[in-house]
């Protein structure tokens, strides 16, 4: 297009409501991956409150087609100043304990559970969940420079 002085006119490019909701959804991701990364990262290192755990009761939930099964019981840190109850050992399944079994276990301060030994690899979803938010949130700016690109040349 061109106007009457002869000079071309531009079309604005704008972000549309789909790229905003996207993005929004996307900063989520972002935020929930970044609260959880301390404590994963912690997990992955083995680096907490160092103590024991001990085994009390099972607790099973069935879903569909499988089960998935919890011991919880008590952490005590090896000082004994921390004491929590009704606490989960994470990745712990049905043949892990028996009511009264004990084991080594650090406590990241992450609520609902404690870890044993080996740590865990939680960090692998944290990673993923803030690698697909930022592709969410960037997403629209890639939009804009690839519309930019095309106009101008």
Same mark, same amino acid.
């Given at each position: 297009?061109?106007?009457? $002085? ?30 959880? $990364? ?93 690698? $697909? ?21």
């Amino acid at each position: 297009m061109s106007t009457a $002085a002869g000079q071309g006119t531009r079309r604005v490019r704008r972000i549309g409501a789909f790229d905003v909701a996207l993005a929004l959804g996307g900063l989520l991701l972002v935020v929930l991956a970044l609260q959880n $990364a301390g404590p994963a990262l912690a997990a992955l290192r083995g680096q907490g409150t160092q103590g024991t755990f001990t085994a009390r009761r099972l607790e099973c939930v069935e879903h569909p087609g499988h089960g998935q099964c919890s011991w919880l019981g008590t952490f005590r840190s090896a000082d004994g100043r921390v004491v929590r109850d009704g606490i989960a050992f994470y990745g712990s399944e049905r043949g892990t304990f028996t009511p009264g079994a004990a084991s080594p276990a650090f406590d990241t301060g992450r609520p609902g559970h404690v870890y044993g030994p080996g740590g865990s690899n939680e960090w692998t979803v944290v990673a993923g969940l803030l690698l $697909a938010g930022l592709a969410l949130v960037l997403r629209p700016v890639a939009r804009l420079v690839r519309r930019r690109i095309a106009v101008d040349a």
